[in-house]
T-cell receptor
Framework: AQKVTQAQTEISVVEKEDVTLDCVYE???????LFWYKQPPSGELVFLIR??????QNEISGRYSWNFQKSTSSFNFTITASQVVDSAVYFC????????????FGKGTHLIIQP | GAGVSQSPSNKVTEKGKDVELRCDPI?????LYWYRQSLGQGLEFLIY????????KSGLPSDRFSAERTGGSVSTLTIQRTQQEDSAVYLC??????????????FGPGTRLLVL
């Protein structure tokens, strides 16, 4: 069975601070895909990034960066110089390479950026 | 519309009534997914349609839940004899099917269901 753990239920930081959201996953598949989604107060899930299990290269997109480490089964997400607009619930998700099922989501981390 | 659309946005119903939730995927997306988001259970996968293939229904929470997809496009999730524990936000997502598992799922705004 697959599992995604986001141990941080809620994080509160002051604007301009850097913040890292943790994600640890469990799967028996050798091929799998990892995702991060953002859910702002409006409620719609917004796709942020997808990562394949065979590609451990880290990725940076503007103020966002992701650190994928298979050795620790982690796929952490860092926001640099946080802004109030980053306030949202962030979900990490996993999908097996077989693709027979949907995404397995973590419980989410509620990020609060205070001005 | 460029994104996934869902209707209604909100639905309030009485316990025991049937409800139908609709999802219109992104044009050209052949894969369609239903999820449920509730406070207690988080985001749960319910069912997945790939083109016109018969879906795997094992993720549906009970036999009161059913889903269909007509013509490989619009999907309807039906909940019969609703119970209070069915109250949740029902999310629909779609994706290209080319790479199957790796394809990114794009979500609709959801239908917020409240069973009184």
């Amino acid at each position: 069975a697959q599992k995604v753990t986001q141990a941080q239920t809620e994080i509160s930081v002051v604007e301009k601070e850097d913040v890292t959201l943790d994600c640890v996953y469990e799967t028996r598949d050798t091929t799998y895909y990892l995702f991060w989604y953002k859910q702002p107060p409006s409620g719609e899930l917004v796709f942020l990034i997808r990562r394949n299990s065979f590609d451990e290269q880290n990725e940076i997109s503007g103020r966002y960066s992701w650190n994928f480490q298979k050795s620790t089964s982690s796929f952490n997400f860092t926001i640099t110089a946080s802004q109030v607009v980053d306030s949202a619930v962030y979900f990490c998700a996993l999908r097996s390479g077989g693709g027979a099922d949907g995404l397995t989501f973590g419980k989410g981390t509620h990020l609060i950026i205070q001005p | 519309g460029a994104g996934v659309s869902q209707s209604p946005s909100n639905k309030v119903t009485e316990k025991g009534k049937d409800v139908e939730l609709r999802c219109d995927p992104i044009s050209g997306h052949t894969a369609l997914y239903w999820y449920r988001q509730s406070l207690g259970q988080g985001l749960e996968f319910l069912i997945y349609f790939q083109g016109n293939s018969a879906p795997d229904k094992s993720g549906l929470p009970s036999d009161r839940f059913s889903a269909e997809r007509t013509g490989g496009s619009v999907s309807t999730l039906t909940i019969q004899r609703t119970q209070q524990e069915d109250s949740a936000v029902y999310l629909c997502a779609s994706s290209l099917a080319k790479g199957t598992a790796q394809e990114t799922q794009y979500f609709g705004p959801g239908t917020r269901l409240l069973v009184l």
